[in-house]
């Protein structure tokens, strides 16, 4: 399939879309003007959109006459706290000249690891859309503390797709696409990219120590393996480029389109385990089991485990090890570690005279558990 193949098929799929705006495209307020207008085309044409948007910290700075992005969390929280407001009347006041409203929600990872809350978000962000209003969705950076947070909102962008199963992610920048480098100088945009190897990892050059901004190409890349494992689409074009989103509708060439592996997406419930929950535990298990698992698609059952460590109940996230320690899956545990550590290596029919209760014959079943690869 030649690159305008790849561009046709990924347009031709889509019925919603996740855009992100980065923090130095909103330097310019007037840009929200223009984002809006393209935004509004693509809903008079059908489509659902959804807007990722970075620019709270760097419009709390300009209001303040701030140079440089402060080391302080407490500062960047504060900054935060004052551009969101201006930020969302800015695209309100925008978007009421196209006659249409928008809504605002922030988010923190905690919050999207637990699965009721993680559905209440979904639910929430599909009746707003339902009721033909554009969510506009950002980091809770005023309370989340560096270990709950997302990292950047290329991220932030690439998970709100793969909980809402947008298909495609947007990330609209200041650079035309992924460029090849030779002899320490860009050469040639990438057009399409097929697979994330180390050799794109290594094109990548972050911005990590931007005045205004985080992120930069390396967490592009990082969302783009994200949404690729996940059966979806992320294209990463230049928001100064006029219309730009009608050209990237219109499938021409512009940008770096990343394709997935497959076809097939992947089920929510694995997306919810593969991207956002966090493993309390280990279950290292033998070859047999490791092959049953990956290979045959089955359940994980007691006799194929060996030892087990952390400290989760039942219903949480673990990690399963094969025999050379590698992680080949996660899965939600139907066992506290006390109670697998007692039947690790029995077969299942012995488990309830072990444990003196009736439990599940799987220790993990195969509609709770995600091959990681």
């Given at each position: 399939?030649?690159?305008?193949?790849?561009?046709?098929?990924?347009?031709?799929?889509?019925?919603?879309?996740?855009?992100?705006?980065?923090?130095?495209l909103?330097?310019d307020?007037?840009?929200i003007d223009?984002?809006?207008?393209?935004?509004?085309?693509?809903?008079?044409?059908?489509?659902?959109?959804?807007?990722?948007?970075?620019?709270?910290?760097?419009?709390?700075?300009?209001?303040?006459?701030?140079?440089?992005?402060?080391?302080?969390?407490?500062?960047?929280?504060?900054l935060?706290?004052?551009?969101q407001?201006?930020?969302?009347?800015l695209?309100?006041?925008?978007?009421?000249?196209?006659?249409?409203?928008?809504?605002?929600?922030?988010?923190t990872?905690?919050?999207?690891?637990?699965?009721?809350?993680?559905l209440?978000?979904?639910?929430?962000?599909?009746?707003?859309l339902?009721?033909?209003?554009?969510?506009?969705?950002?980091e809770?950076?005023s309370?989340?503390v560096?270990e709950?947070?997302?990292?950047?909102?290329?991220?932030l962008?690439?998970?709100?797709?793969?909980m809402?199963?947008?298909?495609?992610?947007?990330?609209l920048t200041t650079?035309?696409?992924?460029?090849?480098?030779?002899k320490g100088?860009?050469?040639?945009r990438?057009?399409?990219v097929e697979?994330i190897?180390?050799?794109?990892?290594?094109?990548?050059?972050?911005?990590?120590?931007s005045?205004t901004?985080?992120?930069?190409?390396?967490?592009?890349i990082k969302?783009?393996e994200i949404?690729?494992k996940a059966?979806?689409?992320?294209?990463?074009?230049?928001?100064?480029?006029?219309?730009?989103?009608?050209?990237?509708?219109n499938?021409?060439?512009?940008?770096?389109?990343f394709t997935?592996?497959?076809d097939?997406?992947?089920?929510?419930?694995?997306?919810?385990l593969?991207?956002?929950t966090?493993?309390?535990?280990k279950?290292?298990?033998?070859?047999?089991?490791?092959?049953a698992v990956?290979?045959?698609?089955?359940?994980?059952?007691?006799?194929?485990?060996?030892?087990?460590?952390?400290?989760?109940?039942?219903?949480?996230?673990?990690?399963?090890?094969?025999?050379?320690?590698?992680?080949?899956?996660?899965?939600?545990?139907?066992y506290?570690?006390t109670?697998?550590?007692?039947?690790?290596?029995?077969?299942?029919?012995?488990?309830?005279?072990?444990?003196?209760?009736?439990?599940?014959e799987?220790?993990?079943?195969?509609?709770?558990?995600?091959?990681?690869?």
């Amino acid at each position: 399939m030649n690159s305008i193949e790849h561009r046709k098929k990924a347009i031709s799929e889509i019925k919603m879309v996740v855009i992100k705006i980065g923090t130095r495209l909103l330097t310019d307020i007037s840009k929200i003007d223009y984002l809006m207008a393209e935004i509004n085309k693509l809903r008079l044409k059908g489509f659902k959109v959804i807007l990722v948007s970075s620019g709270a910290v760097g419009i709390g700075m300009k209001t303040l006459n701030l140079a440089k992005r402060p080391p302080q969390l407490s500062k960047k929280q504060a900054l935060a706290a004052i551009g969101q407001c201006r930020l969302i009347t800015l695209y309100e006041q925008a978007a009421e000249k196209y006659g249409f409203h928008v809504a605002q929600l922030l988010l923190t990872m905690s919050g999207l690891r637990n699965r009721e809350r993680h559905l209440n978000t979904l639910n929430c962000i599909n009746t707003l859309l339902d009721m033909d209003i554009l969510p506009i969705i950002n980091e809770n950076d005023s309370v989340s503390v560096e270990e709950l947070t997302f990292g950047d909102n290329d991220t932030l962008a690439t998970l709100v797709a793969m909980m809402t199963k947008s298909k495609i992610t947007i990330i609209l920048t200041t650079v035309d696409g992924l460029y090849d480098i030779e002899k320490g100088g860009f050469t040639n945009r990438l057009s399409i990219v097929e697979g994330i190897t180390k050799t794109i990892k290594d094109l990548a050059l972050g911005t990590d120590d931007s005045e205004t901004s985080i992120g930069g190409m390396a967490s592009k890349i990082k969302a783009a393996e994200i949404a690729t494992k996940a059966g979806d689409y992320l294209w990463i074009a230049n928001g100064t480029n006029p219309n730009i989103l009608e050209k990237i509708f219109n499938a021409e060439d512009v940008g770096t389109l990343f394709t997935p592996k497959k076809d097939k997406q992947m089920p929510s419930k694995k997306r919810w385990l593969s991207f956002f929950t966090q493993s309390q535990g280990k279950i290292f298990i033998d070859q047999g089991a490791a092959n049953a698992v990956i290979n045959n698609g089955r359940s994980l059952l007691p006799s194929g485990i060996t030892s087990v460590s952390g400290s989760f109940k039942r219903g949480n996230t673990v990690e399963l090890l094969n025999s050379n320690n590698n992680v080949i899956a996660k899965g939600l545990s139907n066992y506290s570690v006390t109670d697998l550590s007692n039947i690790a290596g029995l077969k299942s029919k012995d488990i309830n005279k072990k444990l003196g209760y009736y439990g599940d014959e799987e220790v993990i079943h195969r509609d709770n558990l995600v091959i990681v690869k």
